[in-house]
Protein backbone atom coordinates (compact mmCIF):
# COMPACT_ATOMS: atom_id res chain seq x y z
CA UNK A 1 0.00 0.00 0.00
CA UNK A 2 1.59 3.38 -0.94
CA UNK A 3 1.28 6.33 1.27
CA UNK A 4 -0.17 9.28 -0.31
CA UNK A 5 2.62 12.54 0.50
CA UNK A 6 0.56 15.78 0.66
CA UNK A 7 3.97 18.06 1.59
CA UNK A 8 5.90 17.37 -1.32
CA UNK A 9 5.11 18.82 -4.74
CA UNK A 10 5.76 16.12 -7.28
CA UNK A 11 5.26 17.51 -10.99
CA UNK A 12 5.52 14.84 -13.83
CA UNK A 13 5.93 16.79 -17.10
CA UNK A 14 5.33 15.09 -20.28
CA UNK A 15 7.19 15.60 -23.39
CA UNK A 16 3.77 15.31 -25.77
CA UNK A 17 1.64 17.92 -23.44
CA UNK A 18 0.95 20.82 -24.87
CA UNK A 19 2.44 23.55 -23.20
CA UNK A 20 0.76 26.32 -21.53
CA UNK A 21 0.69 29.96 -22.77
CA UNK A 22 0.95 31.50 -26.09
CA UNK A 23 2.83 29.86 -29.24
CA UNK A 24 5.50 31.77 -30.28
CA UNK A 25 5.48 34.02 -33.28
CA UNK A 26 8.91 34.20 -34.02
CA UNK A 27 10.39 32.21 -36.43
CA UNK A 28 13.69 29.93 -36.88
CA UNK A 29 14.90 32.43 -39.28
CA UNK A 30 14.15 35.70 -37.49
CA UNK A 31 15.92 34.06 -34.11
CA UNK A 32 18.68 33.11 -36.74
CA UNK A 33 19.21 36.40 -37.73
CA UNK A 34 19.13 38.23 -34.49
CA UNK A 35 21.82 35.77 -33.13
CA UNK A 36 23.60 36.76 -36.15
CA UNK A 37 23.17 40.81 -35.69
CA UNK A 38 24.43 40.39 -32.06
CA UNK A 39 27.32 38.28 -33.39
CA UNK A 40 28.04 41.15 -35.21
CA UNK A 41 27.53 43.73 -32.30
CA UNK A 42 30.73 42.94 -31.09
CA UNK A 43 32.58 43.88 -34.14
CA UNK A 44 30.43 46.92 -35.16
CA UNK A 45 30.05 49.60 -32.23
CA UNK A 46 26.99 51.39 -33.78
CA UNK A 47 24.84 48.40 -34.21
CA UNK A 48 23.24 48.62 -30.88
CA UNK A 49 20.83 46.56 -29.27
CA UNK A 50 17.94 49.19 -30.19
CA UNK A 51 18.65 48.97 -33.52
CA UNK A 52 18.51 45.27 -33.90
CA UNK A 53 15.28 45.48 -31.98
CA UNK A 54 13.60 47.75 -35.03
CA UNK A 55 15.73 45.59 -37.59
CA UNK A 56 13.89 42.53 -36.89
CA UNK A 57 10.45 44.59 -35.63
CA UNK A 58 10.92 41.91 -32.53
CA UNK A 59 10.43 43.36 -28.68
CA UNK A 60 13.20 44.02 -26.47
CA UNK A 61 11.96 41.17 -24.21
CA UNK A 62 12.17 38.23 -26.66
CA UNK A 63 15.65 40.11 -27.53
CA UNK A 64 17.48 39.79 -24.55
CA UNK A 65 15.23 36.06 -24.46
CA UNK A 66 17.38 35.12 -27.62
CA UNK A 67 20.39 36.97 -26.07
CA UNK A 68 20.40 35.49 -22.94
CA UNK A 69 19.96 31.81 -24.39
CA UNK A 70 16.73 31.11 -23.27
CA UNK A 71 15.91 27.66 -23.53
CA UNK A 72 12.85 28.25 -25.28
CA UNK A 73 14.42 29.84 -28.47
CA UNK A 74 17.74 27.51 -27.82
CA UNK A 75 15.36 24.71 -28.41
CA UNK A 76 13.78 26.43 -31.48
CA UNK A 77 17.44 27.18 -32.83
CA UNK A 78 18.24 23.13 -32.48
CA UNK A 79 15.10 21.92 -34.17
CA UNK A 80 15.62 24.61 -37.09
CA UNK A 81 19.60 23.27 -37.09
CA UNK A 82 18.48 19.40 -37.22
CA UNK A 83 16.06 20.26 -39.92
CA UNK A 84 18.25 22.03 -42.01
CA UNK A 85 20.87 18.80 -41.62
CA UNK A 86 18.28 16.71 -42.32
CA UNK A 87 17.69 18.70 -45.72
CA UNK A 88 20.92 18.74 -46.63
CA UNK A 89 22.54 17.34 -49.26
CA UNK A 90 25.98 16.72 -51.53
CA UNK A 91 25.92 16.15 -54.46
CA UNK A 92 28.71 14.29 -56.08
CA UNK A 93 30.72 15.04 -59.20
CA UNK A 94 33.56 13.21 -61.29
Do not use: W
Request: proline residues 2%.
Amino acid sequence: MKQLNLFTKEIMISKNRCKPGRPSQITEEQVFAVMEDIKKQSKNKRLTNKKIIEEHAISERTFYRIKSGDKKYLEQFHKALHKESQEFTLALTD
